[in-house]
């Protein structure tokens, strides 16, 4: 019987299946090879950047330990060591003693000659340096390290790394220029102590690629690792480190060759890295990737053969009923004759299919629901923006018979159309004064306090004076002390900044404090008013308002704690009420107090020491803060 193509076959399916796996086989072999090979040439890469970086922080130390005692040395001639060439000479001597790196400690005068060095003494003929560009540099920016190109010393004919810095005296007149000269001998011999790893080799160029140093068994490292012609054809100012050369990695032979280019200082470090050191653990994970990728293959192609009779033909009728359930339409049952395991999928997928049909009633139940909550939550802010506009439009209501009443009780209280005869009458028009323009000043908060909430509060913001608006809020509330037998201290810190706030809104928050403040505490007692600027912490800097119930001071540490909880805390948010311990209803004060500090973008925050003792904190960020001088 002749067979057609659009007949299954199971030879002829096996058999293209077995080829194709033949084909992708070579293909994922073929891009596993190149991903170890990428893996593995970035990994050496980040090794030989290391060695470079280790290199590198040896040169900067020492530079560095020039620079202090470049520093030190400049500093003693300036004082005027400098006069004395004898002196000098034999102080730069004694320097040269204590560490063998620094070869020579050398003083060239104003007129850019040599005149002492610590190997010679005193020179008799100054020598004339005035060619060389470190000299050039230091004098047209003293007091600053300038590394030279390396050199062969005129006076100790050895090749040097000169590291000098020019001097003024206090006047600013150019002094003269000190240098030290660092043995390049003994740095390669320092530096050969790096080397840890077997296999690497290094050397140090200018970037004239005049070599410095050379850490190698190999007399010819540069020649056979590091051609002139390769190393002149890289531009350095846009690749300043990387590979030149590699080894292979499959045979082992060859090196790789990586330079850096220093960012600190004029230098190039050569890093050479013998391949058999490194690439035999690349070929061994490679053949083993390669093999279990032919393991895989064999078992695929075994599999093909289970796969074909006893799932294929299963999994297609699952697919058809899965794809039925996937669009919403009831489940059908699974021909019987099929494998158990499908058999008991199938089961599953009725389960799957049940689940997805209360799934959709559960989502649309819960999407009515989201509905009906974001309607009461919209009709929950329109009702209190509603409550807060009607009390702000009572407040403004209020204000003409309160007005009224305060004049009229005024008028009796003065007699101004004749006299009182009764005294009682007068001390109750005085009564009458007093408590409607406390009613009436309750009310103007009250009034704050709602148009804060509807947002109708506008802030007219300047650099304001702290002091002035401390002592205004005093003489608002001079009549309450006075009553309660109280009074404040005014401790003003320098340097005393200015904030960015609106003058009248801080000033009402400072006197709302003092009277919240004022409520609780002792009769007969002195409350305390402190203001102080933090720049301990550049990042963190701050403004502190304090107002204590008692003539204490808050520690710095513990003001410091508060900005870092309430201040500089993002997640932070500001409670609504009083602390619990005070044991009251909120204060109106208290609120609209807080509410203009949230205003201006500051914090507050309520410290109860003890329980005679309360302290109010308002604390201001950088941004709200500026100086005279700014």
Not at 39 to 52: C, D, W, Y
Not at 197 to 218: M, W
Not at 462 to 485: G, H, M, P, T, Y
Not at 592 to 614: C, F, K, Q
Request: proline share 4%; charged share 25%; net charge neutral.
């Amino acid at each position: 019987m002749r067979s057609s193509w659009l007949q299954p076959s199971l030879s002829r399916d096996f058999a293209l299946l077995s080829a194709a796996i033949l084909f992708i086989l070579c293909m994922i072999s073929a891009w596993v090879t190149y991903a170890t090979y990428n893996t593995h040439m970035k990994r050496v890469e980040e090794e030989l950047q290391k060695e470079a970086l280790r290199i590198e922080s040896t040169l900067a130390t020492e530079v560095e330990r020039a620079n202090y005692m470049l520093t030190a040395l400049g500093k003693q001639i300036v004082l005027g060591l400098g006069n004395d060439l004898t002196r000098l000479a034999q102080v730069l001597k004694s320097f040269d003693s204590k560490g063998n790196i620094y070869s020579i400690f050398s003083w060239i005068g104003p007129e850019q000659h040599a005149l002492v060095s610590s190997n010679r003494g005193v020179l008799e003929k100054p020598v004339d340096i005035s060619d060389r560009d470190y000299v050039k540099k230091s004098l047209t920016d003293p007091w600053k390290m300038t590394i030279g190109r390396p050199i062969e010393g005129r006076v100790s004919n050895q090749w040097v790394i000169p590291v000098a810095m020019g001097l003024t005296d206090y006047t600013g007149k150019f002094a003269g220029t000190l240098m030290i000269s660092l043995d390049i001998s003994v740095l390669t011999e320092q530096l050969s102590k790096l080397v840890k790893r077997d296999g690497i080799s290094f050397a140090i160029v200018s970037k004239t690629l005049i070599p410095l140093a050379q850490v190698s068994e190999d007399k010819d490292f540069m020649t056979h690792n590091f051609p002139t012609q390769k190393l002149v054809n890289v531009n350095f100012s846009t690749s300043p480190k990387g590979l030149i050369a590699q080894g292979s990695p499959f045979w082992g032979t060859g090196t790789y060759a990586y330079y850096s280019v220093s960012e600190h200082y004029p230098y190039i470090i050569l890093i050479g890295y013998d391949s058999k050191h490194i690439d035999g653990s690349m070929r061994n994970m490679l053949w083993s990737r390669l093999l279990q990728m032919v393991v895989m293959a064999l078992f695929f192609v075994l599999f093909l053969w289970i796969v074909r009779a006893r799932m294929i033909a299963p999994v297609m009728d699952m697919t058809s009923i899965v794809s039925d359930v996937a669009k919403g339409q009831p489940h059908t049952a699974l021909p019987q004759g099929g494998p158990m395991e499908i058999e008991n999928l199938s089961a599953q997928v009725k389960r799957v299919s049940e689940y997805i049909q209360e799934s959709k009633r559960i989502e649309d139940e819960l999407r009515n629901k989201m509905f009906t909550l974001k309607k009461s939550k919209e009709r929950s802010d329109i009702e209190k923006r509603s409550l807060v506009e009607f009390l702000a439009y009572m407040c403004q209501e209020m204000f003409t018979p309160l007005n009224n009443i305060a004049g009229f009780a005024q008028v009796m209280k003065e007699q101004l159309y004749g006299p009182i005869e009764n005294r009682k009458y007068r001390q109750y028009a005085s009564d009458i004064f007093t408590t409607s323009n406390t009613v009436l000043d309750n009310v103007k908060d009250l009034q704050l306090y709602a148009k804060a909430g509807t947002d109708y509060v506008e802030l007219v913001e300047k650099a304001v004076d702290v002091s002035s608006v401390v002592n205004k809020a005093i003489r608002f509330v001079e009549e309450r002390l006075e009553v309660e037998k109280l009074s404040v201290k005014v401790v003003l810190h320098e340097p005393m900044p200015r904030l960015i706030a609106d003058e009248f809104r801080l000033q009402q928050v400072i006197m709302n404090l003092l009277l919240y403040v004022l409520g609780h505490t002792m009769p007969q007692a002195t409350m305390r008013l402190d203001a102080r600027m933090f720049t301990d912490n550049k990042d963190k800097q701050f403004f502190a308002l304090v107002i204590n119930s008692m003539d204490t001071t808050l520690p710095n540490a513990k003001l410091t704690e508060l900005a870092d909880k309430v201040l500089f805390n993002p997640s932070y948010q500001s409670p609504q009420r009083s602390l619990e311990a005070l044991k009251e209803q909120p204060d109106l004060r208290l609120e609209l107090a807080r509410t203009l500090v949230n205003l201006h973008h500051g914090v507050m925050d309520i410290v109860n020491e003890s329980e005679s003792n309360l302290a109010v904190v308002v604390l201001f960020g950088t941004s709200r803060i500026r100086f005279v001088d700014n």
